[in-house]
């Protein structure tokens, strides 16, 4: 009687493990049904010629016919850029808070100089 009963136990036991399994089993179906129905959608939009007009504006600076592309800076950035060059325009001119800058930062040790670019701080 009593091996009947275990029998009868460890038959329910057996049940109840591949039951848990095939439970586990449907979840992770559910799971990657899902993020392949993700996936599919996402391929599809970057299939699109919109998505890849996109991109190509993003990485490559091109524009569609007809399209105009308006930069908005400041004034003082324009006036810059767009002055013309009395001396030579093949020669750079710096500005001169650029050059008392590379002087002070040329007058420094490499840790005053991650100091001062990090922090902007002057621990000389």
Do not use: C, H
């Amino acid at each position: 009687m009593l091996y009947l009963i275990f029998l009868v136990l460890n038959y329910k036991y057996r049940e109840y493990r591949v039951y848990l399994s095939i439970q586990q089993l449907n979840q992770n179906n559910e799971l990657f049904l899902g993020e392949i129905k993700e996936a599919q959608e996402i391929l599809e939009n970057k299939s699109t010629l919109a998505y890849k007009n996109k991109i190509l504006k993003a990485q490559q600076w091109l524009k569609s016919p007809g399209e105009e592309v308006i930069f908005l800076i400041s004034e003082e950035k324009y006036n810059k850029y767009t002055q013309e060059r009395n001396n030579n325009p093949n020669q750079i001119q710096a500005t001169p808070n650029l050059l008392e800058e590379d002087s002070l930062i040329q007058t420094m040790t490499i840790y005053q100089r991650w100091i001062y670019l990090i922090f902007w701080k002057d621990i000389r």
